[in-house]
T-cell receptor
Framework: AQSVTQLDSHVSVSEGTPVLLRCNYS??????LFWYVQHPNKGLQLLLK??????LVKGINGFEAEFKKSETSFHLTKPSAHMSDAAEYFC????????????????FGKGTKLSVKP | NAGVMQNPRHLVRRRGQEARLRCSPM?????VYWYRQLPEEGLKFMVY????????ESGMPKERFSAEFPKEGPSILRIQQVVRGDSAAYFC???????????????FGPGTRLLVL
């Protein structure tokens, strides 16, 4: 079973409109969840993380995500897209109880490429 | 404070040669992680190391691949007798010491793009 599912491989929005990148996960009781962004030919930058504190997590650059246990979702949102947001976004889970290994073993979704039109 | 450094950024090897990828963690970080990213795929965990110790190598192929993080110097991911299927981007990440089992954020380097001809 897929442990992290990013429902859209490609999302296109117009500048100034909202962004929604969807992510569903499989986990045990207490996963850690992350969103990372990768700009072309660059490394990954952490946008935000959830580690069993507040369910609404605010990140950098105006992004936020809400942990919904009942829906096993961790969708990433931003109220208004900017051209510089165009990149690939990865939803990531760490859950050694379910997947074994160590807490260092991050499990990545396949990514969602975000395009922003002027 | 310099981020995670990886070199080389690009590496070309012919089939059968060896590839050595280096990673210098952020200052103060003693945990290093290696991931592989195939085209159009997310990153796949390979190995997690602390200084002089391999903590988790559950994602490492059983043959031809090895990793080390010596007491002094960078972490090295070594691929012997490379094949075309090894062509990928290899990312290193580092994190501070884990306190009380809490998961620390991993900070990623820019990656090494390996091309096997």
């Amino acid at each position: 079973a897929q442990s992290v599912t990013q429902l859209d491989s490609h999302v296109s929005v117009s500048e100034g409109t909202p962004v929604l990148l969807r992510c569903n996960y499989s986990s045990s009781y207490s996963p850690s969840l992350f969103w990372y962004v990768q700009h072309p030919n660059k490394g990954l930058q952490l946008l935000l993380k959830y580690t069993s504190a507040a369910t609404l997590v605010k990140g950098i650059n105006g992004f936020e995500a809400e942990f919904k246990k009942s829906e096993t979702s961790f969708h990433l949102t931003k109220p208004s897209a900017h051209m510089s947001d165009a990149a690939e976004y990865f939803c990531v889970v760490s859950d050694p109880l379910l997947y074994g290994g160590s807490q260092g073993n991050l499990i990545f979704g396949k990514g969602t490429k975000l395009s922003v039109k002027p | 404070n310099a981020g995670v450094m990886q070199n080389p950024r690009h590496l070309v090897r012919r089939r059968g040669q060896e590839a050595r990828l280096r990673c210098s963690p952020m200052k103060g970080h003693s945990h290093v992680y290696w991931y592989r990213q195939l085209p159009e795929e997310g990153l796949k965990f390979m190995v997690y190391l602390q200084k002089e110790n391999i903590i988790d190598e559950s994602g490492m192929p059983k043959e031809r691949f090895s990793a080390e993080f010596p007491k002094e110097g960078p972490s090295i991911l070594r691929i012997q007798q490379v094949v075309r299927g090894d062509s990928a981007a290899y990312f290193c990440a580092s994190s501070p010491s884990i306190l009380n089992g809490a998961l620390e954020t991993q900070y990623f380097g820019p990656g090494t793009r390996l091309l096997v001809l």
